[in-house]
Nanobody
Framework: VQLQAYGGGLVQAGGFLRLSCTAS????????MGWFRQAPGKEREFVAS????????YYADSVKDRFTISSDIAKNTGYLRMNSLKPEDTAVYYC????????????WGQGTHVTVSS
């Protein structure tokens, strides 16, 4: 599976962005899509994930109630709608995919930068 993430940019605090991640290749073998982020000087952290066929969604506590993950299976695309953005949301956002629940994410997009100004 190959992933391409896009939609990042510069936004003021309180604003919103929608990230997209399009998958190509052996997409039928993908179990779920996850979004991760890495802020400068920090480790990469989980943000949200969605199971392709069931639609089950999971969120990090830090983004719950502000971010919404969704998917369009027909388009092999996942989305991350980010509302009420805070400066601490500034990071490079990556989408990732894996073939099963207990397997590591092994397909990664190139990352898209999100900068939230105060």
């Amino acid at each position: 599976v190959q992933l391409q993430a896009y939609g990042g940019g510069l936004v003021q605090a309180g604003g919103f962005l929608r990230l997209s991640c399009t998958a190509s290749g052996r997409t039928f073998s993908s179990y779920d899509m996850g979004w991760f982020r890495q802020a400068p000087g920090k480790e990469r952290e989980f943000v949200a994930s969605i199971v392709w066929r069931r639609g089950s969604r999971y969120y990090a506590d830090s983004v719950k109630d502000r971010f919404t993950i969704s998917s369009d299976i027909a388009k092999n695309t996942g989305y991350l709608r980010m509302n009420s953005l805070k400066p601490e949301d500034t990071a490079v956002y990556y989408c990732a995919a894996r073939s099963a629940l207990r397997r590591p994410y092994d397909a990664w997009g190139q990352g898209t930068h999100v900068t939230v100004s105060s």
